[in-house]
């Protein structure tokens, strides 16, 4: 069974860090771009980042730029969101998507495989 698994959110205060983790079971993903998306309760999903699979190339959100550090370790089988200066609308449920492809791209259709989310909250 194919599965992404994510860990690392929680409750924090405006300014802190946290560190996310997925991690990848039934199949390597080293050969897939992969991405992290959030969803705050009442919005649509948004794109948050995305890496490549040889971790060259990096996307991410305007809102997390300078914030936000995606990266992954293919050993692992496992991608990594680093989150620090967190604000209150970075409050969302994260989750952890994988594409059968090496380019990263923005939409949840392009993502076939989805792990069950953290939940992020930042109080001010």
């Known amino acids: 069974q194919v599965q992404l698994v994510e860990s690392g959110g929680g409750m924090v205060q405006a300014g802190a860090s946290l560190r996310l983790s997925c991690v990848g079971s039934?199949?390597?993903?080293?050969?897939?771009?992969m991405g992290w998306f959030r969803q705050a309760p009442g919005k649509e999903s948004e794109f948050v980042a995305g890496i490549a699979s040889g971790s060259r190339y990096r996307d991410y959100a305007d809102s997390v730029k300078g914030r936000f550090t995606i990266s992954r370790d293919n050993a692992k089988n496992t991608v990594y969101l680093e989150m620090n200066s967190l604000k209150p609308e970075d409050t969302a449920v994260y989750y952890c998507a994988a594409r059968s492809g090496i380019v990263v791209l923005t939409t949840v259709y392009d993502y076939g495989y989805w792990g069950q989310g953290t939940q992020v909250t930042v109080s001010s």
């Open positions: 039934g199949r390597s993903f080293s050969d897939d771009a």
